[in-house]
C-alpha cells in the first residue's frame, strides 16, 4: 500500500525576506545540524518550485548503506587495507581512478560467489523506495552513476525502476575476480560527462538536474547539477553541495523538490 511522507516526516519550511546574509544563514544552520537530529536546509524559492526532469544519484553510501568493494574486501581478507583506501579517496585525499585500481587489484582471486551474495543483500537506504515511486510518477528521469560496480547498480535497476545505470564493469573470469579494471573507471569526471550526456539527449537543461552523493568524486556531478545535494557526505562534498541531508532517509529528498505529504511510496 502506498504511504504518505507525513506519517514518518515532519517538515516546516520558512520564508525568508531581505536583510540576511544567506552565507552567515547557512552556516549557521550547518553548525547546528551537525549537533542536532534535525535536517536544516537553506534552499532558494527557485530551486524548491523548479521541476527536476532528471535525478542521478551516486550508489555507495547514498542508495546503499556501505562501500561494496570494502564489503568484498572482507570477504577477501584485505577489509581494513581497502576501506582505509577508499575512506581517504572520498574525502578528496587521492586520486580516485589510482586508489579504485589500487583496491580493485586487492581482489584479485576473490570468488565471485561472494558478488552474487551481496548483490542479492544489499543493505537499502531508508526512504529509496518512496523516493523512487514519486520521482517515476511525476516523469522524472532517474538514473546511478556510479564509481562503484555494474553487477550491484544493476540490482538496484531492477528492484526499484531506474532508467539508466552507469558503473564499473567488474571482470570476472573462471569463478573469480580477477582483479584488472575494466576502462573507462567511472570517476568523477566520466560521471558529470555521463549525467549531462543524458540530460542532453533527453533534451533536459543542466538547471532540470537534481543529483545525490555523498565523496569527492561526486563533486563534478553536483557541481554540474541544477541542484546538486549532498546526503550523509564527507565534509568536503557537504561543504560544497547545494544542501545537506544529514539525517533523514533519502524520502526527505523529496521536500526540497516541493513535496508535502504527497503518497511517496509502496
Known amino acids: 500500500m502506498p504511504r504518505s511522507l507525513s506519517g514518518s516526516r515532519v517538515a516546516r519550511s520558512y520564508f525568508l525576506t531581505g536583510g540576511i546574509d544567506p552565507d552567515d544563514l547557512r552556516a549557521a544552520l550547518s553548525a547546528l545540524g551537525a549537533r542536532l537530529p534535525i535536517d536544516l536546509v537553506?534552499?532558494?524559492?527557485?530551486?524548491?518550485?523548479?521541476?527536476?526532469?532528471?535525478?542521478?544519484?551516486?550508489?555507495?553510501?547514498?542508495?546503499i548503506r556501505c562501500e561494496v568493494i570494502d564489503e568484498l574486501a572482507r570477504c577477501a581478507g584485505v577489509g581494513e587495507q581497502v576501506s582505509a583506501i577508499t575512506r581517504k579517496a572520498m574525502e578528496g585525499e587521492l586520486d580516485f581512478s589510482d586508489s579504485y585500481a589500487h583496491r580493485l587489484s586487492l581482489l584479485k582471486g576473490l570468488d565471485a560467489s561472494h558478488v552474487d551474495t551481496l548483490a542479492a543483500n544489499l543493505p537499502i537506504t531508508e526512504g529509496v523506495a518512496e523516493l523512487l515511486t514519486t520521482l517515476r510518477a511525476r516523469g522524472t528521469h532517474t538514473a546511478i552513476v556510479s564509481g562503484g560496480f555494474l553487477p550491484f547498480a544493476e540490482a538496484l535497476q531492477r528492484q526499484f525502476g531506474f532508467d539508466?545505470?552507469?558503473?564499473?564493469?567488474?571482470?570476472?573470469?573462471?569463478?573469480?575476480?580477477?582483479?584488472?579494471?575494466?576502462?573507462?573507471?567511472?570517476?568523477?569526471?566520466?560521471?558529470?560527462?555521463?549525467?549531462?550526456?543524458?540530460?542532453?539527449?533527453?533534451?533536459?537543461?543542466?538547471?532540470?538536474?537534481?543529483?545525490?552523493?555523498?565523496?569527492?568524486?561526486?563533486?563534478?556531478?553536483?557541481?554540474?547539477?541544477?541542484?546538486g545535494v549532498a546526503y550523509k557526505a564527507k565534509p568536503l562534498v557537504a561543504d560544497q553541495a547545494d544542501c545537506h541531508i544529514r539525517h533523514v532517509g533519502l524520502d526527505g529528498l523529496l521536500y526540497l523538490l516541493g513535496s508535502k505529504s504527497e503518497l511517496a511510496g509502496g
Open 164 to 227: 539508466e545505470v552507469y558503473a564499473n564493469g567488474l571482470d570476472i573470469r573462471d569463478g573469480k575476480v580477477t582483479g584488472t579494471p575494466q576502462p573507462p573507471i567511472v570517476d568523477g569526471e566520466f560521471k558529470a560527462q555521463a549525467m549531462l550526456e543524458m540530460a542532453q539527449r533527453l533534451g533536459i537543461s543542466p538547471a532540470e538536474i537534481v543529483a545525490v552523493g555523498d565523496g569527492a568524486n561526486d563533486l563534478p556531478m553536483l557541481n554540474a547539477a541544477g541542484f
Open 42 to 63: 537553506l534552499q532558494s524559492e527557485a530551486s524548491r518550485l523548479r521541476r527536476y526532469r532528471l535525478a542521478v544519484f551516486d550508489m555507495d553510501s547514498t542508495l
